[in-house]
């Protein structure tokens, strides 16, 4: 009854008041006379995915098609520079004012669209004191001086979709020991740019570590299609959207003696890559590769140009306790390309990002035939 109501109305947008007002206003539907029973039906719908429902402190948001203000939103905020929709709402950090925000979106109640943007994974708010604690703050200054946007004790809300600084130049030295990619497979299909920005907050604030203090401890590098942080457990990540954005890079290198710190640390990021993936860009046609350890020399541009390995290839070795992996380039052994990973529990595998392994290939009659007894000492 609800949502059928909500589908006759012209607005894409009501308040928890507007809904209750078109019950009155409407003898064809019963709607509840009770504010609190009206949200209980709506957010049943909202878990369904009919509909979203935003809620602030005392305001309360019905978007009955989400799809048609996302698309509004994608136009404005993420046109690409050569789209005559293009508008320059952001610096080079990502960085967006709320008051720069609204000019753009005059229509709409500001703390909805905070929300909503929130809720779609594709910012997250500032707090304006963020900057003093980072070299953002003299970015911000500069602006200032130059005539931009005033930001001293404004709402912030920060886009990684929207930085447009270049890799730094420090990260062309770094050595790594894994490789891990997931590479479209049809020349037609890429990683929107929604994913990364989505993925990378994501990443940002999960492995990020607790705050001390006033002092942020979130020690990482962001730019346009990459970052790379360190943890306090020896290990050190990099994921980025390469290739031409048909393809996102996980390459990680540990301190001597925290390689279980890194298999631990591999799992949570590929599962997050694949979870993310699943939630935003389903249809593309993919496949997860492992690049050969000795071709991880950085940057990996074009992984597929890179000596790698099918996933279920890998399953495959370990399953039948093969020691090594056949390239066109030669072997490879099967403990350099995990190394330090316990084999022995196919099922508990980094590789996996704690999925089923069902979830990863499809188990063919192969996969399923019994294993000969093999004695291998380094497995």
Avoid at 9 to 29: C, F, H, P, Q, W
Avoid at 233 to 258: A, F, K
Avoid at 356 to 367: A, L, S, Y
Wanted: hydrophobic share 35%; charged share 25%.
């Amino acid at each position: 009854m609800m949502y059928g109501l909500l589908e006759e109305r012209k607005e894409n947008i009501l308040t928890l008041s507007d809904v209750m007002s078109a019950g009155k206003d409407n003898d064809g539907y019963f709607i509840p006379d009770k504010r609190e029973d009206v949200l209980d039906v709506l957010d049943s719908l909202h878990s369904t995915g009919l509909i979203n429902v935003l809620k602030s402190e005392d305001k309360v948001w019905v978007i009955v098609n989400k799809g048609i203000l996302l698309t509004e939103v994608d136009g404005i905020l993420f046109a690409p520079e050569t789209f005559k929709e293009h508008v320059d709402i952001a610096s080079n950090t990502g960085i967006v004012s709320v008051s720069s925000l609204t000019r753009h979106f005059p229509k709409h109640d500001p703390d909805m669209l905070i929300h909503f943007l929130k809720n779609m994974d594709l910012c997250q708010e500032l707090n304006p004191s963020f900057l003093k604690t980072t070299n953002l703050n003299q970015l911000a200054v500069e602006e200032e001086e130059e005539g931009g946007t005033e930001r001293r004790g404004e709402r912030l809300l920060f886009f990684p979709c929207l930085l447009s600084t270049d890799r730094p130049d420090e990260m062309t030295s770094q050595v790594y020991q894994f490789g891990w990619c997931l590479q479209c497979t049809s020349k037609h299909h890429f990683f929107p740019p929604r994913y990364f920005h989505v993925l990378s907050l994501r990443l940002a604030y999960k492995m990020a570590l607790p705050q001390e203090n006033d002092k942020l401890n979130r020690y990482c590098k962001f730019w346009r299609n990459g970052l790379h942080w360190f943890d306090d457990n020896g290990v050190r990540v990099l994921v980025e959207v390469v290739d031409e954005s048909q393809c996102v890079l996980v390459m990680m290198s540990c301190e001597e003696g925290y390689s279980d710190n890194m298999v631990s640390l591999r799992r949570d990021v590929i599962g997050e890559v694949m979870s993310v993936y699943k939630e935003s860009c389903p249809s593309l046609e993919v496949k997860e590769l492992v690049i050969d350890p000795k071709e991880l020399a950085y940057p990996v541009n074009t992984p597929r140009e890179r000596t790698t390995y099918g996933i279920y290839n890998v399953l495959l070795a370990i399953k039948k306790r093969k020691p090594f992996l056949v390239s066109n380039k030669g072997q490879t052994k099967l403990k350099e390309i995990l190394p330090d990973e316990s084999l022995s529990d196919i099922s508990n595998l980094s590789l996996l990002g704690g999925r089923n392994i069902k979830e990863v290939i499809e188990i063919t009659e192969e996969f399923n035939e019994p294993l000969a007894p093999i004695k291998l000492g380094m497995l």
